[in-house]
């Protein structure tokens, strides 16, 4: 295993390959074909002495040697990736992504308990769904995502479970002979398939009358009159009223919000800590 050093291309490739599941998922976020894919993860494997991934015609998966080396690749690319950082005199960038149904009120509140904890931290932010998250995730365009329980995945660190409820605007009223109007987020949002899941199964007609490219257009939609909305408390503007019960919807579940992080020690894992225990706070408040 000693000569000459491993190809850190080559690493990174076989890490978003890993990751990935995928040769031409891999060769798609890095902007190359697949057959460059295939051929620098061969030369890797030739150099390393063993096979990293077991290809089939679906999809690839590690070998037992590559499960192994896929930690160690990935901590050789963070410290290549801080050694640049440092040498440039640059600030170190910590990039989050939070799903837009878990970034409500308390944002500026977190955000301030980060710069607190480091002031000298770059921090980038960006607000979406969690499917759309946590494939940038996936694609090691962002280093940390807070985002709810998706579908497939059993991954990621717990820090709340919150209660979601049927909200309207204060007097709103449901005229029974109509099916109830929902105001939803844009899709993909795993809360709205929940939603429309949910009322399906009790058999309560309901029809889509106001969909939002984010939870603000979706709570000004429940406060200017226009119908029912699944969500959490505290994004509800003060008013805003649970018809849950009055007009026997089922019941939605307390649902998990999640941190999937690369992110392991340093002063950007400092901030993250500050940011996740600023989050519980707030979702227990």
Known sequence: MTGRPLDLDAVLTFVRTAELGSFTLAAETMGTTQAAVS???KRLEERLGFRLLERTP??????????AFLEHAREL??????????????RQRLTIGISDH??????????ARMNAQDP??????????????LQC??????????????????????????????FAGPGWQHRPDEPLPLATLAEPCGVRVMAGRLLDAADVPWEEIFVGGGVAAVSAAVMAGLGVAALAPRMLPFGAVDVGNRLGLPDLPRLPVLLHTRVRDGRPRDALDAL???????VRG
């Not at 000298?120 to 932010?125: F, P, R, T």
Request: proline share 2%; no cysteine.
């Open 102 to 111: 878990v970034a409500g009120p308390e944002l500026p509140t977190l955000i």
């Open 120 to 133: 000298e931290l770059l921090i980038e932010i960006r607000i979406g769904s969690s499917a759309d998250l």
């Open 58 to 67: 679906r999809h690839v998966q590690l070998s037992g040697r590559g499960a």
């Open 276 to 282: 996740s225990a600023a989050f519980r706070s707030a």
């Open 77 to 90: 690319l963070d410290v290549h990736d801080r050694a640049l950082h440092a040498l440039a005199g640059v």
């Open 137 to 166: 995730f996936d694609r090691r365009e962002l280093d940390t995502v807070i985002v709810r329980l998706h579908a497939g995945r059993n991954d990621g660190q717990m820090l709340a479970e919150e209660r979601f409820g049927w």
């Open 39 to 41: 051929l620098k993860l």
